[in-house]
């Protein structure tokens, strides 16, 4: 009886998982705008909640009125190059590549939101972290022991403010608002002068803007 019991909690649970699968699947299919032709949506883990990253199903749906103004007083929010010295440019399926490489469970990568936790509050991408730009950059008065506590706590580097070791830091998926939007390069010409290597620096110079202008899901922290 044992066996029998346990056969059938066995043939239970796989009937559950396989019921699973296929919802997925149809409702993979189900999707009239997908990400990618071989990708319809896919899950992150955004502050402790599970989220589902998908394009808006809506075909008349139009980006939010914040975003979708095209002139801002230059400076400061003038129109930023494609590169930025030796860090590589990146773009949607990029960022989307990083963001399941981490919910896979890869901890050497972040996709860090660099605007202030104000702006953030408005949609950010689902599965990034928060960590505003100017607590790096010395110029707008950073302070050394934030500067230490980011790189170390958060960004996986050892060491301390007399020489940071960069060794098993982590890959860096760095944006803000869009392409108008100092914020992000400002942050990582000061990663760069920290010592920060360049081949761990990915830059999304689409932003924010770029990523609801094709209607990717963004959550309110």
């Not at 980006?63 to 007083?73: F, G, P």
């Not at 919910?103 to 950010?124: A, C, F, H, P, Y």
Request: glycine share 10%; net charge positive; with cysteine.
């Amino acid at each position: 009886m044992r066996f029998l019991s346990r056969l059938f909690r066995f043939g239970f649970v796989l009937s559950v998982l396989l019921l699973m699968s296929f919802s997925s699947q149809a409702g993979e299919r189900d999707l009239k705008v997908m990400i990618a032709p071989q990708l319809g949506s896919f899950r992150v883990l955004h502050n402790g909640k599970r989220t589902t990253v998908m394009r808006n199903q809506n075909r008349r749906n139009r980006i939010v009125d914040d975003l979708a103004l095209t002139s801002r007083d230059c400076p400061p929010h003038c129109l930023q190059p494609i590169r930025i010295k030796a860090i590589e440019t990146v773009g949607e399926l990029e960022v989307i590549q990083y963001l399941r490489r981490i919910e896979g469970g890869d901890r050497s990568v972040l996709v860090v939101d660099t605007r202030s936790s104000n702006q953030v509050l408005k949609g950010t991408i689902p599965g990034s972290v928060n960590v505003y730009g100017n607590h790096l950059i010395a110029e707008v008065g950073a302070n050394p022991i934030m500067v230490e506590e980011i790189l170390i706590g958060q960004f996986g580097v050892s060491g301390n403010n007399d020489h940071f070791n960069f060794s098993n830091a982590k890959t860096l998926v760095v944006y803000c608002f869009g392409i108008w939007c100092g914020q992000g390069p400002r942050t990582l010409h000061a990663l760069l002068k920290l010592g920060y290597p360049a081949t761990k620096l990915k830059w999304y110079r689409g932003g924010i803007q770029a990523w609801e202008s094709v209607g990717l899901t963004t959550i309110r922290n």
